[in-house]
């Protein structure tokens, strides 16, 4: 297909866009690092959330326009978890952890993001055989690959920052690992 031939410059140039988005302010202080990471959270549920309105729309009608979104923002979801991360490395190898009301409201916007992704994906699980007649399943497989690796890396910097909620995030990060187990295995 020719869109698989476009899809590298189609990504770039919709990365490019998104990274504008989520640059976060500097990190001079904890407020700016607790903004940014939230902020960031923020950032990515919104646009997993976006994109399960999109999944929900897939028809026959609308295939060869929203196929290839899917990749796309899954693609820059990855690269959003990603940034997220070194900004969390970039605070160095023993961060300054956040106090426990951070913390908790860390907690809570990480729930957010879980909750939204497990029915991102429980939708995703829905319209793989659709997907997949489509020549979609591959491209959409390997992004939430990508998704799962970023969101380790992810995790194990994030549980520094956050010490006091660590069991409440790791419960959290253990419950989105499981959904993506299941929407990795549905598109192998």
């Given at each position: 297909?020719?869109?698989?031939?476009?899809?590298?410059?189609?990504?770039?140039?919709?990365?490019?866009?998104?990274?504008?988005?989520?640059?976060?302010?500097?990190?001079?202080?904890?407020?700016?690092?607790?903004?940014?990471?939230?902020?960031?959270?923020?950032?990515?549920?919104?646009?997993?959330?976006?994109?399960?309105?999109?999944?929900?729309?897939l028809s026959f009608a609308n295939i060869v326009?929203?196929?290839?979104?899917?990749?796309?923002?899954?693609?820059?979801?990855?690269?959003?978890?990603?940034?997220?991360?070194?900004?969390?490395?970039?605070?160095?190898?023993?961060?300054?952890?956040?106090?426990?009301?951070?913390?908790?409201?860390?907690?809570?916007?990480?729930?957010?993001?879980?909750?939204?992704?497990?029915?991102?994906?429980?939708?995703?699980?829905?319209?793989?055989?659709?997907?997949?007649?489509?020549?979609?399943?591959?491209?959409?497989?390997?992004?939430?690959?990508?998704?799962?690796?970023?969101?380790?890396?992810?995790?194990?910097?994030?549980?520094?920052?956050?010490?006091?909620?660590?069991?409440?995030?790791?419960?959290?990060?253990?419950?989105?690992?499981?959904?993506?187990?299941?929407?990795?295995?549905?598109?192998?």
């Open positions: 297909m020719k869109f698989f031939s476009l899809l590298p410059a189609v990504c770039l140039a919709a990365l490019s866009g998104l990274s504008g988005a989520l640059a976060a302010p500097t990190t001079n202080g904890t407020e700016d690092a607790t903004v940014a990471v939230i902020t960031q959270i923020q950032a990515i549920t919104t646009t997993s959330g976006n994109l399960n309105t999109l999944c929900s729309t326009t929203v196929g290839p979104q899917i990749g796309i923002t899954l693609q820059s979801i990855v690269t959003s978890v990603i940034t997220a991360t070194t900004q969390i490395v970039q605070m160095g190898p023993r961060p300054t952890p956040y106090p426990d009301a951070v913390a908790i409201q860390i907690v809570s916007v990480l729930t957010n993001f879980v909750k939204v992704h497990q029915l991102l994906l429980s939708t995703l699980i829905g319209k793989e055989g659709f997907l997949a007649q489509f020549a979609f399943a591959t491209p959409i497989r390997l992004a939430l690959v990508g998704i799962e690796k970023a969101v380790d890396a992810f995790a194990m910097g994030l549980i520094k920052l956050i010490p006091t909620q660590s069991a409440a995030a790791g419960t959290q990060i253990t419950m989105l690992k499981g959904s993506l187990t299941v929407a990795i295995a549905k598109y192998n």
